[in-house]
């Protein structure tokens, strides 16, 4: 334990406070600080006042200092991705990825800091010019969920920062020590003090309130539920902040009878059980034509009998715990309802005999939309599989939620992936692909999956304003 805490260890206490635990056995890693709303009230002011010069420096300055911060992540990915696998029970493997992901944003965000274009434009009168220029938005605060404890992070501060903002992050409970390594690297970096600070908390909706309500933050982001995001968009409201959601999905997952099989075995498996379910873009729905279906969960259903369920920082493990039991029981409840109403378990449909937190990777067919497994988000290694005939049925039923995050579909029909590309109501789709998240392209939802794009050109704007100025005058 002592190894895995060693990058955070002046941030651990011996009392109270937060309480890091270990899902793959329960074990304590320590305790943190556990900030009132006063004292988050007080960062917000300290990151006010760290505004003026983050923001005057050049953006050639700051890309610079980002850099910095990017390389010191990557030095340290083995030890980020123990902490990471150690509080949220990613594998291994997937937690020195993430740690690559998540310093993939830094990298692009200082180039793009570089890049933030204004314009001139031509005038609408002989003696005025216009001029926009672009602007950093102010204070920035974020909220940021478990499973993916770094990437979260760094997809929302490496923008506000190139931006010339500053930021405040509050990590989920279950992970504030991933949080709190990349603020202590942020200042090893020469990212100065007050400019990203993490408020770590046993109580997220006091803190969250003052993130979304202190009249000095001007744009607030966050990951995480639809429902929360729901409450703390309406909270932003009272000070007209800028927002950025990204929530909860409901992904299809499209097979058609022209498929790559091959391909699609490949992408289900990647797009279903990576992070043991838990991701917001995990296919939630496999939707497969009804003439490849019986080959289709043959070959998935081997696949799947080959992953290793166990601690995710042993080798080879390609399951590990869910986030906590609590996260177990949600799973066993959406299986257990799906069988009690005649779905047919293929492979795993229980509760794995490794601990309380661990779920057997399971395949369900006989499946029907009444089903609440239908419209809940699973967060957990269950393909629930659904058949159709004909592509007019497939979008209707790959749309019917209130859902629009991730759609993915399979086809080696040209005409047939023009068409579904633009039928699906997605903010992402991919297509003959399992996985799409880059730092270089825009990831984000729409109807109740959110608003606002992270990553790429578009994830820089999200912390900026627009100054129009005309210059008059001029003859
Ligand atoms: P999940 O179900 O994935 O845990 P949540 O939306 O509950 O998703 O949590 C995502 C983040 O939102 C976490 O950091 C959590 O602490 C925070 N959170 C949950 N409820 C509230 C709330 N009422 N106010 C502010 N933050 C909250």
């Not at 990576?274 to 379910?277: A, C, H, I, K």
């Given at each position: 334990m002592r190894a895995v805490t060693k990058i955070v260890s002046e941030y651990l206490g011996r009392d109270s406070g937060l309480v890091v635990t270990n899902p793959a056995d329960?074990?304590?890693l320590g305790t943190v600080r556990d900030w009132t709303a006063s004292d988050t009230a007080s960062a917000v002011m300290t990151a006010s006042a760290a505004m003026n010069s983050w923001r005057s420096r050049t953006a050639k300055d700051r890309a610079s200092v980002l850099m910095n911060w990017h390389d010191l992540i990557l030095e340290h990915q083995n030890d980020l991705a123990a902490l990471t696998t150690a509080e949220c029970g990613k594998p291994i493997g997937e937690s020195i990825g993430e740690v690559a992901y998540g310093?993939?944003?830094?990298?692009?965000?200082?180039?793009?800091?570089?890049?933030?274009?204004g314009d001139v434009m031509p005038s609408h009168a002989a003696n005025k010019q216009i001029m926009v220029m672009r602007q950093a938005i102010g204070v920035v605060s974020a909220i940021t969920p478990w499973n993916f404890p770094l990437a979260m992070i760094t997809r929302k501060i490496a923008p506000a920062l190139a931006a010339g903002c500053t930021a405040l992050v509050k990590p989920a409970e279950a992970t504030p020590l991933t949080a709190l390594a990349l603020e202590k690297l942020a200042l090893e970096a020469g990212i100065p003090e007050g400019v990203f600070q993490v408020i770590t908390t046993t109580d997220p909706a006091s803190i969250g309130k003052v993130l979304t309500e202190h009249p000095v933050i001007k744009k607030f982001s966050f990951t995480g539920s639809t429902a929360v995001g729901k409450v703390l968009a309406a909270q932003c409201a009272g000070t007209m902040k800028k927002i950025s959601m990204e929530l909860g999905g409901n992904a299809p997952f499209i097979v058609f009878d022209d498929?790559?099989?091959?391909?699609?075995i490949e992408g289900a498996m990647i797009s279903k059980y990576?992070?043991?379910?838990q991701t917001c873009v995990c296919a939630n729905r496999f939707f497969i034509h009804a003439d490849i279906h019986d080959e289709f969960v043959a070959r998935l259903s081997a696949a799947v009998a080959a992953l290793k369920v166990g601690d995710g920082s042993e080798a080879g493990v390609?399951?590990?715990?869910?986030i906590n039991q609590v996260g177990a029981d949600k799973v066993a409840g959406l299986v257990d309802s799906a069988i009690s109403a005649g779905a047919r378990v293929i492979i795993g449909g229980k509760r794995h005999s490794y601990g309380d937190a661990y779920y057997e990777p399971t395949i369900l067919t006989d499946l029907n939309h009444d089903m609440e497994i239908a419209s809940r988000e699973i967060f957990g290694p269950v393909a629930a599989i659904y058949t159709f005939q004909s592509e007019a049925e497939v979008i209707k039923m790959a749309n019917d939620t209130p859902y629009g995050l991730a759609a993915y579909f399979y086809s080696r029909d040209l005409g047939r992936c023009f068409r579904m590309m633009e039928a699906l109501d997605y903010g992402m789709v991919g297509v003959n692909e399992g996985v799409m998240s880059t730092e270089v392209a825009p990831f984000g939802g729409v109807k109740e999956s959110g608003v606002g794009r992270e990553g790429s050109k578009y994830g820089l704007e999200e912390y900026t304003e627009l100054k129009y100025c005309l210059i008059g005058g001029l003859t």
């Open positions: 329960g074990s304590q310093a993939s944003f830094v990298q692009w965000f200082a180039e793009e800091a570089k890049r933030m274009y498929a790559d099989i091959d391909a699609a990576r992070n043991t379910g390609s399951i590990g715990p869910l």
